[in-house]
């Protein structure tokens, strides 16, 4: 019977020493995503998802169809691997506004956002952009892009001041 008490509370002391160096110290989660797709050239992961700020806006400035500065941005490229030259068109997709302009949300209202390619060409929800070279050897490459705000076209009354926001989805396209 005595064996069986020291047994036992060896067994009590030996699960609290576990139970204490087993203390939770800090824990969390990591999370691994992306994608594998079928392209000669990898996308920058600065470029999958950004953010470009077009700041503060006067609603002056929008009136009747008006715009504030371009804010350029660009989709980087790399880890080229090209047999051959390639043409790279992207297609944005979104929300869309008035006006063929992409949408915003929030509070304010009376204006979308319009992209435009490093030309400075006017690009259309939903179509490929003209296409940009990608030279053979070149393992980078950077396509140029830009939005700004643009007034629906309306008078003062139309454009309502507050926060917006909107979201594009871009696709690449190689030929």
Known sequence: MKLKKSALAAALVLGTITTVQAADEGNGVVRFTGSIIDAPCSIDPNSVDQTVELGSVSNVLLVDGGNSAPKPFEIRLEKCSLDTAATVKTTFNGAAGQGGLLGITGDARGAGIALTDGNGTAITLGTATAGQLVSIGASN???????????????????????????????????
């Open 141 to 175: 490459a950077t396509l140029a892009f830009s939005a700004y705000l643009k007034g629906n076209g309306g008078d003062a009354t139309t454009i309502i001041p507050g926060e917006f926001s909107s979201v594009a989805n871009f696709m690449l396209t190689y030929n």
